[in-house]
């Protein structure tokens, strides 16, 4: 019996074109096939209370964010990029009477390469200020990538963003930091209004056509000269500047923010960022004559400092906060030991699943008891074999009815199992896929996590307990990352979460009277287990 299920599989996969196993089964079904049920089951769902946290420190971040978005349920929420500073060359000689023209700072982020978004804007008379050089200018602006609103008032959606320096030590790279670690900020460096886009420039001379300037795609900024000659320039020769622990001691890093609490939240590669100090000196010549020449040199933002993703919210939707009140919270859960029981009660029950990436909320999912020793019975008694297996969540129109993105990835893991859902192993050779949805920009929109091989397990496992052991689904918002070489998964904990800007409510446990119940797989939206098995 226990190769049947694996038996029946095979010989549909080679006898169909459709390989998405998740539905497999279905054919079987659909065909009138005699010994063929589809089955749904409600289940139990609850909202874990997070406490607006995550680690959110340089090894978790592959990507930050920066922006504010205030919406109506999960209200605002904001996210700030710090990050320490350390120069490209420590005690460095900046010549003789070092003067800075001006500090720029580059941003790097990700943008919309749709060639209906990008616009180019060329100045056939433009002159290089450098020599007064008759020259060509072309501008290449693209949109960035954008979650939130695109628009406020009927305008387009603009920030300020403020660059301050950072008063407190932020410690080591390899240092454990949280969304919520307070950084005491000092002095504005800099603030410059940001309109969305981004852009390329390239001058190139009309004589011989020749590149006088070429800046990649980036969003540049000046900061505060003064502050960098008296803070740098000025300290040549300092032990301040002579080591990287001394200078990181001194100049303890920059804080990137925005000043407004609405708009969007736009994403960039923390180890793009730059700042390049441009200065003259005064270089002699062999005849003694003094000539003012241009230099510049670039601090260090790249891998080897500390960065920091700082995230603040404002929640203000009752019921939102009414089902936060009534979740599990996460510092009582993660108390629970391996091996025993999370005690969920009614109360705990919840008929929404918030579900917010960022340090957000997250949801749990478990399969009644009274589910399992019904599905453990039909195994010994019926000799039914499990063909496929999925907890189906629906979006919840009621509470999620807009035009904001739904997020198309989730993580999911086993509260007491490491690692991956067997699923996700076993099957991995398979063509099997986690996640499956469908009607993502409607609000009929639903999830499908598959669970065969985990369900199976605990279905044939004659000494898995129902009323002992639970084994709840944990769901995340967010995609797991892989090796950029092979594709493979990095592992359960390499993933996206802490800088994944998604958030939807999507329906759970509706009715708790039909909890560990049989219900209909046509009609219901509630949580629930959809099963395919055969029978002997």
């Known amino acids: 019996m226990k190769v049947i299920p694996f038996f029946v599989m095979g010989i549909v996969v080679l006898n169909s074109c459709e390989g998405d196993l998740d539905n497999l089964g279905s054919q079987l079904v659909d065909a009138n096939g005699a010994d063929g049920y589809d089955e749904a089951y409600s289940l139990i769902a609850y909202n874990i209370d997070n406490d607006d946290v995550i680690r959110a420190d340089a090894s978790k971040l592959d990507s930050v964010r920066i922006g504010a978005f205030t919406e109506d349920v999960f209200g605002m929420q904001k996210a700030s990029y710090i990050t320490q500073v350390r120069l490209n060359t420590y005690d460095p000689d900046f010549g003789t009477n070092p003067v800075i023209d ?41 949109p960035v990538s954008k979650y939130g609103k695109y628009k406020l008032g009927g305008e387009k959606t603009k ?23 307070a950084v005491a900020l000092g002095a504005e460096l800099g603030s410059k209004v940001f309109d969305g886009t981004v852009n390329s420039v390239v001058v190139t001379k009309d004589s011989d056509a020749t590149e006088l300037l070429n800046k990649a795609v980036s969003f540049r900024m000046k900061l505060d000269s003064l502050f960098f000659q008296n803070k740098i320039i000025a300290k040549k020769g300092d ?4 080591d990287a622990a001394s200078f990181i001691r001194y100049f303890k890093g920059l804080s990137i923010s925005v000043s407004e609490n609405d708009g969007y939240l736009f994403s960039m590669a923390p180890n793009d960022a730059a700042i390049t100090i441009y200065y003259k000196n ?17 601090l260090n933002l790249g891998s080897s400092n500390v960065h920091l993703s700082s995230i603040t919210y404002n929640r203000t939707n009752q019921s939102y906060i009414t089902a936060r009140n009534n979740a599990i919270k996460i510092a009582d859960f993660n108390k629970i030991e391996s091996g ?5 009660s009614t ?9 917010q990436g960022m340090g ?20 010994k008694n019926e000799k039914i074999g499990i063909v496929s297996a999925k907890i189906r969540l629906y979006n919840d129109a009621a509470t999620w009815n807009n035009k904001y993105k739904k997020p198309s990835n989730m993580l999911v893991k086993n509260r007491v199992l490491k690692g991956f859902l067997p699923d996700m192993t076993s099957l991995s050779s398979a063509g099997y896929s986690l996640l499956k949805t469908a009607n993502l920009s409607t609000e009929d929109a639903y999830y499908d996590i598959g669970i065969t091989a985990s369900l199976k397990t605990i279905i044939e496992d004659d000494t898995y307990n129902p009323n002992t052991t639970d084994r709840d689904y944990i769901i995340n918002l967010g995609s797991y ?37 049989q219900i209909d797989a046509k009609s219901s939206k509630e949580a629930q287990l959809r099963l395919i098995y055969t029978k002997k």
């Open 102 to 142: 001006s500090v720029v700072l580059t941003l790097k982020p990700r943008y919309e390469t749709a060639s209906d978004s990008i616009t180019t804007t060329t100045n056939e008379d433009y002159i290089y200020p450098d020599g007064a050089v008759a020259a060509k200018k072309v501008v290449t602006t693209y």
């Open 340 to 344: 025993k029981n999370l005690v969920v």
């Open 282 to 298: 005064d270089v002699t010549a062999t005849d003694g004559t003094v000539t003012r020449t241009k230099a510049e040199t670039e």
């Open 481 to 517: 990352l892989t090796d950029t070489t092979t594709g493979v998964l990095l592992g359960q904990y390499y993933n996206t979460r802490a800088y994944n800007p998604y958030r939807v409510v999507l329906k759970g446990t509706v009715d708790a009277q039909n909890v560990g119940k």
């Open 159 to 181: 920030f300020t963003i403020k660059v301050n320096e950072v008063s407190d030590f932020l410690g080591s790279t390899s240092d454990s930091l949280t969304s919520k670690k």
């Open 360 to 379: 957000g909320s997250s949801a749990g999912i478990r399969i009644p008891a009274a589910t399992i020793i019904a599905l453990k019975n039909k195994y």
């Open 239 to 242: 032990q301040v500047l002579k």
């Open 347 to 355: 109360n705990n029950y919840a008929k929404e699943l918030y579900l």
